[in-house]
């Protein structure tokens, strides 16, 4: 029953978000704000995350196929369709998930237990409005930018540790990434991104918008977003890959 609970709060989250999404002047600033905090400060991590995804992807690939039964730059192409299908869009969610996730349901958490949500609401705020909407469009908007980095040094981070390891030169890994690149595997994964950006904040949202019980509250409400998270973006990786491919 808690789990149904949970559910109907969180539709109705949804649903007045979605209701009130036209009111822009009202949660225009949060919105550029939240740019900056989801999407600016988040490039220096989702480029390390991209670059040492492609590096252990390159040495991983290389150590299962150390045979002459095939061409070396089949390395390239196996690491460049990997990290633009799969695990620049996976792995980057994950950890945006612990970054950007557990800020969003600390602060939502702090300002409902400290009662400043009901302190705006008291002043004629919509609280969904001026807290949610910003948080959550930043996530659509914010998380595909961000899978575009980390795609970009992952596959810079597999040309550098492969020239670097002397496993294959990097005009050789390139052939490789170019001759197998699909278009479609990009579109693909920038649909992902934007999906995990949704289902990141909105979570993260919702456990912050309805914390309870104080300081300990807060924490648990964090640990639960954070959770929750990378679990529905696992989830939603595999229906989006069963429905779309």
């Known amino acids: 029953m808690e789990a149904i609970k949970q559910f109907g709060q969180y539709s109705l989250l949804l ?41 252990v992807l390159t040495l991983q690939t290389a150590y299962q196929l150390d045979t002459d039964l095939f061409p070396k730059t089949i390395v390239g192409s196996i690491v460049a369709q990997s990290i ?54 930043s996530g659509i908007f ?3 930018v961000l899978y575009v980095f980390a795609a970009v040094t992952g596959v810079l981070g597999g040309v550098i540790i492969g020239a670097v390891d002397g496993i294959l030169p990097s005009a050789e890994f390139m052939i490789g990434a170019r001759s197998f690149f699909n278009p479609e595997a990009a579109v693909f994964g920038i649909l992902k991104s934007l999906v995990f950006g949704f289902v990141i904040t909105s979570i993260s949202c919702f456990k912050g918008y309805f914390a309870f019980g104080g300081a300990e509250g807060v ?27």
């Not at 994950?94 to 996730?101: D, E, H, I, P, R």
């Open 15 to 55: 649903f007045q978000a979605l209701r009130s999404i036209t009111e822009f002047s009202t949660y225009r600033k949060n919105l550029f704000s939240e740019f900056i905090k989801i999407g600016y400060e988040s490039i220096p991590i989702m480029l390390l995350t991209g670059f040492f995804t492609g590096a």
């Open 84 to 137: 633009v299908i799969e695990l620049a869009a996976v792995i980057g969610a994950l950890v945006l998930a612990g970054k950007v996730g557990a800020r969003i349901s600390t602060e939502l958490g702090t300002m409902r237990v400290s009662e400043q949500i009901d302190a705006l609401e008291s002043m004629g705020f919509n609280s969904v409005t001026f807290l949610v909407i910003p948080r959550v469009l």
């Open 142 to 144: 914010m998380f595909p």
């Open 219 to 245: 924490g648990n409400a964090t640990t639960q977003a954070t959770v929750l998270s990378c679990m529905y973006v696992i989830l939603a990786d595999f229906v989006l890959a069963a429905i779309l491919l």
